[in-house]
Nanobody, 130 residues
Framework: QVQLVESGGGSVQAGGSLRLSCAAS????????MGWFRQAPGKEREGVAA????????YYADSVKGRFTISQDNAKNTLYLQMNSLKPEDTAMYYC???????????????????????WGQGTQVTVSS
């Protein structure tokens, strides 16, 4: 079982940057898909970014491509989400997620859907003001 703890959320003005971190309780680098999801009030949870086991591939929602970068530090068992050029519509609770599955199963390019992740953190709030 993997426990995930997010940090790094906060309030920022539009155009600003934040970096979210997610510390995992177990070694996830080589066999887990890792991802970031978000949920705004009154909206469904949506996938933001994911990274394949071993870090070979990354996947992004169209709404964040070119602005957000997902990465991980193998030695620290930590996942990151660098968020630049933030917009008010990025305001949401952000969740870290993990699931043991092969790289090809982290994201479906044909349906543009992220996998169903089984492990979740408690979330960290990101608020972007205009």
């Amino acid at each position: 079982q993997v426990q995930l703890v997010e940090s790094g959320g906060g309030s920022v003005q539009a155009g600003g940057s934040l970096r979210l971190s997610c510390a995992a309780s177990a070694y996830t680098y080589s066999s887990y898909c890792m991802g970031w999801f978000r949920q705004a009030p009154g909206k469904e949870r949506e996938g933001v970014a994911a990274i394949a086991p071993g870090g070979g591939s990354t996947y992004y929602a169209d709404s964040v491509k070119g602005r957000f970068t997902i990465s991980q530090d193998n030695a620290k068992n930590t996942l990151y989400l660098q968020m630049n050029s933030l917009k008010p519509e990025d305001t949401a609770m952000y969740y870290c997620a993990a699931d043991p599955r092969p790289a090809y199963d982290c994201y479906s390019g044909s349906s543009r859907r992220f996998a169903d992740f089984g492990y979740w953190g408690q979330g960290t709030q990101v608020t972007v003001s205009s």
